[in-house]
């Protein structure tokens, strides 16, 4: 009898599905990326953090290895269909989120579901886009107030969008979306 495969398409179905909706709102933040730093620089870890969906709903959901990063980069194509000038720095982004987020929950051998492991790795993904955003967008010119605004939204944002998706995950899965048919 032939092995199952490691990810069955109901698997991958659902992480399509998830990315082609996260990828949409990816696509709109990549829209307003340009505005948000020329009028409200400090607010942009808000924007880029939107990106930690498609894994973290993904994961909640399925709760199987490699499913945050399948899904990262579904929503990467999908977001560089509407906003195909940042497409590259979607895909990067996409593989740097979801590889995070694959090895926090490898850590816990992907056992330990609980919202802590979540917000473990927003933190990462948090404090690692704000420190590399600070020096590319050169914050450092900003007043301030402005750095340390920018700051502490660039680590609260993917901890923000994390209970988000974790809400939806949650009811995504007593919803059925798991159950086989």
């Known amino acids: 009898m032939p092995k199952s ?17 996260t990828g949409i709102l990816g696509g ?9 730093l020329a009028l409200a620089p400090w607010a942009y870890g808000l924007v880029l953090g939107s990106h930690v969906l ?6 909640e959901v399925l709760r199987r290895p490699f499913v945050a990063l399948i899904t990262h980069v579904f929503a990467a194509l999908i977001s560089s269909a509407f906003a195909p000038m940042w497409a590259l720095r979607f895909l990067g982004t996409a593989l ?27 933190g ?5 886009v704000a420190v590399i955003v600070f020096f590319a967008a050169d914050m450092a010119s900003l007043d301030p ?25 949650t009811a995504l899965r007593r919803a059925g979306v798991t159950r086989p048919r």
């Open 5 to 21: 495969p490691a990810l069955p398409t109901r698997v991958l179905l659902v992480c399509a599905a998830i990315g082609v909706a």
């Open 28 to 36: 709109v933040a990549g829209l307003v990326t340009t505005g948000v």
């Open 54 to 59: 498609p894994g973290i709903i993904a994961q």
């Open 96 to 122: 740097l989120f979801g590889a995070i987020q694959e090895g926090v929950a490898a850590l816990t051998r992907y056992r330990a579901w609980g919202a802590w492991r979540f917000l473990i790795s927003a």
């Open 124 to 128: 990462v993904i948090g404090i690692f």
């Open 145 to 169: 107030w402005a750095q340390i605004t920018y700051l502490v939204i660039s680590v609260l944002g993917p901890v923000a969008w994390t209970a988000v998706g974790l809400s939806i995950g």
